[in-house]
């Protein structure tokens, strides 16, 4: 049973328009959302992070947004860059329960066509 | 300031047979967690140690050990081998326990063929 899900494996985007990630979660005892980024051949590079505490966290191009009731977080990627092509992965953890394991999605393809 | 290294960057192994990795933190990271990749099954945990105790443990057979050592390095043990285990298997480590919101820095992975 998979308590992260990223429904889209892939996605493609023209450079500089918006890159929308989307990423569901079960448990409700996730609160805390990541997001990393994976290239060919490279480990995972952490993005960017958000508090159940929270409903947005901005960071340069990079958005998350998080929605409790729904269960759900989206990465907005604006503008998209060529260079942003890369696996995306969300993962969720919480302090206690079963929550206390970090708990990654299957990943999302992104492709940003110059 | 090195990142997390692990070796060997490649295995080719057979069914059956065991195989060990291993796996360097960035310096003064305290834990290391372990991952394994399958295509459309994105991260499965599969164990954290922390201080050389393990702290977490993830849904896999008794096959799959684990250790860590005083000076925070980590190894991996599968034993007796399964076609199923083919897998890129990482190591991440943090200053802290991974949750609730430690941010992991991982290595670039041990690709496992099980022939």
């Known amino acids: 049973d998979q308590q992260v899900k990223q429904n889209s494996p892939s996605l493609s985007v023209q450079e500089g328009r918006i890159s929308i990630l989307n990423c569901d979660y079960t448990n409700s005892m996730f609160d805390y959302f990541l997001w990393y980024k994976k290239y060919p051949a490279e480990g995972p590079t952490f993005l960017i992070s958000?508090?159940?505490?929270?409903d947005k966290n901005e960071d340069g191009r990079f958005t998350v947004f998080l929605n409790k009731s729904a269960k759900h977080l989206s990465l907005h990627i604006v503008p998209s860059q060529p260079g942003d092509s890369a696996v995306y992965f969300c993962?969720?953890?919480?302090?206690?329960?079963?929550?206390?394991?970090?708990?990654f999605g299957s990943g999302t393809q992104l492709t940003v066509l110059p | 300031k090195a990142g997390v290294t692990q070796t060997p960057r490649y295995l080719i192994k057979t069914r059956g047979q065991q195989v060990t990795l291993s796996c360097s933190p960035i310096s003064g990271h305290r834990s290391v967690s372990w991952y394994q990749q399958t295509p459309g099954q994105g991260l499965q945990f599969l164990f954290e140690?922390?201080?050389?105790?393990?702290?977490n443990k993830g849904n896999f057979p008794g096959r799959f050990s684990g250790r860590q050592f005083s000076n925070s390095r980590s190894e991996m043990n599968v034993s007796t081998l399964e076609l199923g285990d083919s897998a890129l298997y990482l190591c991440?480590?943090?200053?802290?326990?991974?949750?609730?919101?430690?941010?992991?820095?991982f290595g670039s992975g041990t690709q496992l063929s099980v022939l």
């Open positions: 991440a480590s943090s200053l802290s326990l991974s949750v609730p919101n430690e941010k992991l820095f």
């Open positions: 993962a969720a953890s919480g302090s206690s329960g079963s929550a206390r394991q970090l708990t």
């Open positions: 958000i508090s159940s505490i929270k």
């Open positions: 140690y922390f201080s050389e105790t393990q702290r």
